[in-house]
């Protein structure tokens, strides 16, 4: 190879010489070149339109946004009721941002809740009764129908230059308690599979991606004692056990999503590769990942807050957002992460133990130092 290039070099034109050396390093541009919708942030409230293109103009590429299927159908058979979520899809339509729904909090009349650990978790999915199954499809499918192709929410906004939502994420944090009290790896399968069925019946070209696993909850690993309910499951346990019961689910999905909550970026690799082993022993070791959850608080411990291990101050927030993007972004081809959602747009006081800094932006969208890093990366 050496020879040819040397007497290509004395033989052609300087121009021709140039533009195959260029071509020669295509290919290693490319595989450097990050995915289409890499850079995201979970909304937990609806940027207006000013808001949302602050966001784009930052680099944020998709915005993850919550289906509360209690707020869209407060009784069986009711209308439904899109009021809490079309501001979202609005917002990111109007900025150019993609749209990335993941659908939460199933209604009393729908599964019966019970107390863990001082709040209140579905029994289960909804998949044990005819009547559940029947609930959740309609809910899909009205779903699809109002945001899919052709959806009622496009014709409503003739304005809006439509971008329907073909990619729906199914449930959220199914590994552990407060989002499912019992939490079943053959269960959450069955989930799968058949949502599967009911978005594809609606959208021909509909696509799944699995509900974001808490990477390493607490007691994950710990078998309970006789007569005790598993309330947690680590990620990669969760996964085997899930391919393991549900025949053909491995067909279903595009992508396994994540939320590798750690103390710190530096623990990442340990908890990723993990769950690249998991796959690989499932014998899917080519399934993307998307991390539709990353995050730290830029609060300070302190022993009023029990030195919560998520909180890092003002700075320490946006250190181990650098730690953690500059990782990922090295690893993305390796570990295949398609996409990386940081944990959360503003301040959500009240809603976990982090929330109420775990925003890029305070209330009023005043920017912390963290939305600063984040824009390093994304743009």
Same mark, same amino acid.
């Given at each position: 190879?050496?020879?040819?290039?040397?007497?290509?070099? !004395?033989?052609?034109?300087?121009?021709?010489?140039?533009?195959?050396?260029?071509?020669?390093?295509?290919?290693?541009?490319?595989?450097?070149?990050?995915?289409?919708?890499?850079?995201?942030?979970?909304?937990?409230? =609806?940027?207006? =339109?000013?808001?949302?293109?602050?966001? +784009?103009?930052?680099?944020?590429?998709?915005?993850?946004?919550? $289906?509360?299927?209690?707020?869209?159908?407060?009784?069986?058979?009711?209308?439904?009721?899109?009021?809490? /979520?079309?501001?979202?899809?609005?917002?990111?339509?109007?900025?150019?941002?993609? $749209?990335?729904?993941?659908?939460?909090?199933?209604?009393?009349?729908?599964?019966?809740?019970?107390? /863990?650990?001082? =709040?209140?978790?579905?029994?289960?999915?909804? /998949?044990?009764?005819?009547?559940?199954?029947?609930?959740?499809?309609?809910?899909?499918?009205? @779903?699809?129908?109002?945001?899919?192709?052709?959806?009622?929410?496009?014709?409503?906004?003739?304005?809006?230059?439509?971008?329907?939502? +073909?990619?729906?994420? *199914?449930?959220?944090?199914?590994?552990?308690?407060?989002?499912?009290?019992?939490?079943?790896?053959?269960?959450?399968?069955?989930?799968?599979?058949?949502?599967?069925?009911?978005?594809?019946?609606?959208?021909?070209?509909?696509?799944? /991606?699995?509900?974001?696993?808490?990477?390493?909850?607490?007691?994950?690993?710990?078998?309970?004692?006789?007569?005790?309910?598993? +309330?947690?499951?680590?990620?990669?346990?969760?996964?085997?056990?899930?391919?393991?019961?549900?025949?053909?689910?491995?067909?279903?999905?595009? =992508?396994?999503?994540?939320?590798?909550?750690?103390?710190?970026?530096?623990?990442?690799?340990?908890?990723?590769?993990?769950?690249?082993?998991?796959?690989?022993?499932?014998?899917?070791?080519?399934?993307?990942?998307?991390?539709?959850?990353?995050?730290?608080?830029?609060?300070?411990?302190?022993?009023?807050?029990?030195?919560?291990?998520?909180?890092?101050? *003002?700075?320490?927030?946006?250190?181990?957002?650098?730690?953690?993007?500059?990782?990922?972004?090295?690893?993305?081809?390796?570990? +295949?992460?398609? !996409?990386?959602?940081?944990?959360?747009?503003?301040?959500?006081?009240?809603?976990?133990?982090?929330?109420?800094?775990?925003?890029?932006?305070?209330?009023?969208?005043?920017?912390?130092? @963290?939305?600063?890093?984040?824009?390093?990366?994304?743009?």
């Amino acid at each position: 190879m050496a020879c040819c290039w040397e007497t290509l070099k !004395r033989n052609a034109p300087l121009s021709l010489v140039l533009t195959l050396f260029a071509l020669a390093l295509l290919p290693a541009a490319a595989s450097a070149a990050l995915p289409r919708d890499f850079w995201g942030v979970v909304a937990n409230e =609806a940027p207006d =339109a000013g808001q949302a293109q602050t966001l +784009r103009q930052g680099g944020v590429e998709s915005l993850r946004v919550p $289906i509360n299927w209690s707020a869209v159908q407060s009784a069986p058979g009711a209308e439904p009721d899109w009021s809490s /979520v079309d501001p979202f899809v609005r917002g990111a339509t109007v900025a150019g941002i993609s $749209i990335l729904p993941f659908f939460v909090g199933p209604p009393p009349w729908a599964i019966n809740y019970e107390g /863990v650990g001082g =709040a209140r978790a579905p029994v289960s999915l909804p /998949v044990r009764t005819a009547a559940q199954r029947s609930a959740w499809r309609e809910l899909l499918r009205l @779903a699809v129908f109002r945001y899919g192709p052709g959806g009622s929410f496009w014709a409503e906004n003739p304005l809006l230059a439509a971008r329907p939502i +073909r990619i729906w994420q *199914i449930w959220n944090e199914e590994n552990y308690k407060y989002f499912a009290a019992r939490p079943s790896p053959a269960q959450y399968g069955k989930l799968v599979v058949e949502s599967f069925r009911d978005l594809r019946s609606a959208d021909r070209g509909a696509r799944m /991606v699995l509900g974001g696993l808490f990477i390493q909850p607490k007691g994950g690993n710990v078998k309970p004692a006789p007569g005790r309910i598993k +309330r947690a499951w680590f990620a990669a346990d969760f996964l085997e056990r899930m391919y393991r019961t549900t025949p053909g689910v491995r067909g279903k999905f595009m =992508a396994v999503t994540l939320h590798p909550y750690s103390k710190y970026h530096g623990r990442l690799t340990e908890e990723i590769e993990e769950v690249r082993a998991a796959l690989k022993k499932s014998r899917d070791p080519g399934r993307a990942l998307w991390l539709t959850e990353l995050g730290w608080s830029s609060g300070r411990p302190s022993a009023a807050n029990g030195h919560n291990q998520f909180e890092k101050g *003002i700075r320490g927030q946006a250190r181990e957002l650098t730690g953690a993007f500059k990782l990922l972004r090295s690893k993305a081809a390796a570990w +295949r992460i398609k !996409r990386v959602y940081w944990f959360s747009f503003t301040d959500e006081p009240g809603s976990c133990n982090f929330c109420d800094g775990s925003g890029l932006f305070e209330k009023g969208l005043v920017p912390k130092p @963290a939305w600063s890093a984040y824009k390093r990366f994304a743009r």
